[in-house]
């Protein structure tokens, strides 16, 4: 069985478009891989087709760790979010291919399951650009779906040092978070790595105060020394590493940044067997891991089969029940949590995940796909505001 095509699809939703990779084969399985990233999607397709044009084509697909190793180091300048992405876009579709050839699922080829449910932490649930007069009711609304965490930017648009009256407005939202749901809520509060060293630590005694649980990329992600610097007030956890591209970046990391939970996106570093040795690192400091995952579908159903064999994970990023309607018609046997926590799926490859090429169709790429998250620079205000279509409303 050789690889014989690579399709590439890019799908529009308001904030990102989706990037999806269908891997054929000489014999006729096909298996879908994700490669999203934030706001690069026509980078990541040309990507994805020349990697495949390169590397892949002609290849067994059971040969995912030499061709990850070739599409990763033979290109001389390595990795990043761009060709990683790519590089996860064609992995996750090899996996799916390999469990289909076998009639296994991926966790069994990953080392076997050591969790049946994975817990979900909400994500999406509160628009922080539009904001809300009511967060409370929506953070009850989130508790009595069964989750047990829930994560939010109470801070959105802000810069680094932000004038005392917006933080002061951050921090009473995470108040009326916290007294809607109770004190048996873990609540996360994502930072967007935008606060100085200053300005994050201050914060940080204020959230140990309001009982947060994790403080979520409290400065820019590039200086580690500089996270590593944070106050660290009792009972708060640091939680990154959605953008650190690289499992040889990781070990300095560990050591500089001084975080209590590791987060890698297992597109942005190239794959689900890149992202279980990333774990693997962590575990040996004995940290756990909550794999960032905010984009399409595909990608959930990549990280539930890699939770599944993760012994040190600890919860799963969900923004699946607050995505655009028609998420769930995309591919078949979307995966989607229940009562706060996933099932992770038993069929073969990626949990028997097919693409509905009609709902592709239907959702063309956006070019105006894109989040004003640090809006106090003016750093998208050449775009036009986006106008929802017809398409996205149903």
Known sequence: MKISRVEVFLVGREWNNLVIARVHTD???????????????????????????????????????????????????????????????????????????????????????????????????????????????????VAASGYRGLKFDPFWGQGRDPDLADLRRGIEEIATVRDAVGPDMKIMIDGHGRFSVGTASHLAHALADLGVYWFEEPVDPENFIALGEVSRPRGLRIAVGERCYSRYQVPQLLAQGRPHVLQPDPIQVGGLLESKKIAALADSHYLPVSF????????????????????????????????????????????????????????????????????????????????????ANGSTSALRPFEPSAADAA
């Not at 969790?115 to 999406?124: E, F, K, W």
Request: proline share 5%; net charge negative.
């Open 292 to 375: 960032h995952c905010p984009f399409g579908p595909i990608s959930t159903a990549a990280v539930l089969q890699l939770n599944a064999t993760t012994t040190n994970i600890v919860a799963q990023e969900s923004f699946s029940a607050f995505d655009v309607s028609w998420r769930s018609a995309l591919i078949r046997n979307c995966p989607m949590p229940s009562n706060g926590s996933y099932v992770v799926s038993d069929q073969p490859g990626l949990g028997g995940i097919e693409l509905d090429e009609d709902v592709v169709r239907e959702h063309p790429y956006r070019e105006q796909a894109i989040q004003s998250m640090w809006s």
């Open 27 to 141: 014999n006729g399985l096909s298996g879908l891989g994700e490669g999203t990233m934030q706001w690069q999607a026509r980078t990541v397709a040309a990507a994805i087709e020349h990697m495949a044009s390169r590397y892949v084509i002609g290849a067994s697909p059971f040969e995912i760790e030499r061709l990850v190793q070739a599409m990763y180091r033979n290109e001389y300048a390595r990795g990043g979010p761009v060709l990683n992405s790519a590089i996860a876009a064609i992995e996750f579709a090899l996996w799916d291919i390999c469990g289909k050839a076998l009639g296994q699922p991926a966790y069994n080829l990953l080392g076997g399951k050591v969790h049946d449910t994975i817990p979900a932490y909400a994500n999406g649930w509160f628009n922080a650009e539009t904001g809300s007069d009511d967060i409370g009711a929506a953070a009850r609304k």
